[in-house]
């Protein structure tokens, strides 16, 4: 049993599931991402027999058995223009991608509000300078 779960210990590490990043010419840094599922199971028991088989005089008769699945759950994409986003293999990618779009989305219509609230300063800037000019009349 000790063995098998040293086993399962070497092969489920945080390499296993947060693979090797991986850098392209542009900057963006991709990192593959896993979900690692496992199993154990373990059994045994002594039993009596004519002949004594084990050093205590009870034979003993025992197994275990692990299994591991890992599966490619998607990519972490690091960009320096595009920011950090999740891109999912499989799944609903429809919502998924609405959802990753929510924070984009929202500096955008930041941005606009504040550009907005700057052209307003501007034209109430602009009027006021054009009333005040409008009682100056040039003497000649």
Do not use: W
Not at 88 to 95: A, D, L, T, W
């Amino acid at each position: 049993m000790k063995t098998a779960m040293e086993s399962i210990k070497g092969m489920v590490d945080v390499n296993t599931i947060v693979g090797d990043a991986v850098e392209t010419s542009d900057g963006t840094v991709i990192i593959p991402i896993s979900r690692v599922t496992f199993g154990f199971a373990a059994g045994g028991g002594d039993f009596e027999t004519e002949e004594a088989v084990h050093h205590d005089g009870h034979p003993f008769g025992g197994g275990s058995g692990a299994g591991v699945s890992v599966k490619p759950v998607g990519f972490l994409v690091c960009s320096p223009t595009n920011g950090i986003r999740f891109m999912p293999v499989e799944g609903n990618q429809i919502y998924e991608r609405v959802i990753d779009m929510i924070p984009q989305a929202l500096t955008k219509i930041q941005e606009i509000m504040r550009r907005r609230d700057e052209m307003d300063e501007f034209e109430e800037l602009a009027e006021t300078a054009e009333t005040q000019g409008a009682g100056h009349q040039p003497s000649m």
